[in-house]
């Protein structure tokens, strides 16, 4: 059983991420959380075997949408989720961050962005298996700030209540079912409150009836805090549950359709 809002306790993060729907009708449109103009990635670049799989991609994503991705295999979904996840380079193009160019970042600022800005939310948990359900909560604050503080071990303990498992804190992933080890994904990815969740197949790992148990922790969590969800999905169930769908074949992008 979940427990209260969210908002009681973490009303600050929603405060500040309040969006253009609260803004008077005749005012600016809020800077995109992310805009991607013109994105190119090749792989093998100057050998005979050189090969173009995204080309020129034009995507923004604004404060709390909750957005799927989907697209047949081999149509680029995991590369734009590089690029916009930081982990990747693109080969021309520009990405924007909270209105951050990244192109122009080292290496180390795109990881001090990365740890601030995004959580990552993928198909296999990747949970450290000899660590407790709030150790794993609470890595991302030991990676991106050398240390675990007393309120962020205790936003750590809220986000693992409010996922439903306050009884599960100190058991380590292997004590927990398949559709708990990823509720622990989910709390780890919001604990340093970022802006922008990216979720690469995060129910393609479950049975039915825990792929819909996450999906609406995921939405949850989204109407809470505002954050914003781009969700790569092979599920159309999930896809058609979401507020907008993009849709990428062949390395561009075929459809792009609010809900």
């Known amino acids: 059983m979940l427990t209260q809002p969210l908002s009681a306790t973490l009303s600050e993060t929603a405060l500040n991420a309040v969006t253009v729907n609260d803004a008077d009708a005749g005012a600016p449109a809020a800077q995109p959380l992310l805009q991607l103009r013109q994105i190119r990635k090749s792989y093998n670049l100057g050998q005979p075997n050189e090969a173009e799989v995204l080309h020129g991609i034009d995507l923004d994503l ?49 990881t001090g962005l990365r740890g601030r800005a995004l959580g990552f939310v993928f198909q296999f948990h990747h949970l450290l298996p000899a660590f407790s359900a709030l150790e794993n909560v609470c890595l991302p604050a030991l990676m991106q700030e050398g240390h675990v503080s007393a309120e962020r071990k205790a936003q750590a303990q809220q986000l ?16 927990l079912s398949g559709g708990m080890q ?26 039915t009836a825990s792929s819909a148990e996450v999906f609406a922790l995921m939405r949850r969590m989204h109407a809470e805090l505002h954050t914003s969800f781009l969700i790569v999905t092979h599920d159309p169930r999930l896809a058609d549950q979401c507020d907008r769908v993009v849709e990428l074949i062949d390395g561009s992008i075929a459809r792009d359709e609010r809900r």
């Open 160 to 175: 693992l209540t409010e996922v439903g498992l306050q009884d599960a804190l100190q058991k380590r992933p292997g004590e």
């Open 62 to 110: 604004a404060v709390g949408e909750f957005v799927a991705l989907i697209g047949p295999s081999g149509s680029g979904k995991s590369t734009l989720l590089n690029i916009i996840g930081l982990l990747e380079r693109p080969t021309a193009g520009s990405c924007k961050l909270q209105d951050k160019e990244t192109s122009a970042l080292d290496d180390a600022a795109l």
């Open 182 to 207: 990823q509720r622990v994904a989910i709390a780890r990815a919001l604990v340093l409150r970022p802006p922008l969740v990216l979720a690469d197949e995060p129910t393609g790992n479950l049975d």
